[in-house]
């Protein structure tokens, strides 16, 4: 069991450098270039990625902006696409609640919250006493959202070196590691959702290209739920 300081913010380090890093560093590479074909200044860039900390939400503000949708919409994509940040946070947020003094740093941590950090957290949680885990939490997620500011500003400034296609490319393999992530923190709700998304992604596309990928979520979600909950009352 992990109980002082020091081995909490090494084992953060090295679970951190490494494809976490590895991963946003590129496909935030990929944000800062579309970012600036969509008119965004490096300030926007980076703040939208320390703001949102989130790619779906982040493609969703640079391409409402590009087009000069009205910002009512664009918070309502923005929110849409970053939903499931909710019940990341609710299901996080407790187990190290007890580490934290006063509360209301519990509205700064939760801005630091990704899917990277939720599963490192999941999966390395139970090796770390409750007093150690937000500095574990603090000090992964900080060097992620580093590599990610560092990614973008990157991408801002090499979008003359990078064609569409390939900046669409360094996006996308976010999504192929968050598969990953989901299948390492051995979740079997997460893992029946991506079992029963990925047949009905392509479906719920050809039906509605606009809101299969938000049915998609919902139904897989749902039916994932619903028979973890099944097999856990039998």
């Keep these: 069991m992990i109980d ?14 490494g494809f976490p890093a590895i991963m946003l560093l590129a496909s935030m590479t990929g944000f800062g270039s579309l970012a600036r074909e969509s008119g965004f200044n490096l300030g926007m860039a980076l703040s ?22 009205s910002a009512l919409f664009v918070i309502l994509a923005v ?7 909710f019940p990341m946070a609710v299901s996080f ?23 990277n950090s939720w599963a490192a957290g999941l999966n390395r949680f139970p090796e770390i006493a409750m007093s150690q885990r937000p500095r574990y939490f603090i000090a992964f997620a900080g060097i992620c959202m580093s590599a990610g500011l560092l990614g973008t500003a990157l991408g801002y400034y ?21 598969a990953v992530l989901l299948a390492g923190t051995r979740l079997g709700p997460a893992i029946g959702a ?14 509605s290209p606009e809101w299969g ?21 039998t």
């Design 194 to 207: 991506m079992l029963i998304g990925a047949p009905l992604g392509p479906v719920f596309h050809w039906l």
């Design 79 to 85: 929110s849409l696409a970053n939903a499931r940040f």
């Design 48 to 69: 939208t990625t320390a703001g949102i900390w989130g790619l779906p939400g982040q493609l969703a503000l640079a391409e409402m902006h590009a087009a000069g949708v």
């Design 4 to 17: 002082s300081p020091g081995p909490t913010y090494r084992q953060a380090a090295r679970d951190a450098f």
């Design 158 to 178: 090499g979008v003359g070196a990078m064609a569409p296609p390939a900046a669409l490319g360094l996006i996308f393999l976010n999504p192929l590691f968050f």
């Design 93 to 115: 947020i407790p187990l190290m609640r007890g580490g934290v003094r006063h509360y209301g740093w519990m509205y700064a941590l939760v801005q630091l919250l990704s899917i």
């Design 213 to 233: 990928l938000l049915a998609t979520g919902l139904v897989g979600g749902t039916l994932a739920f619903w028979i973890h909950h099944t097999r856990s009352a």
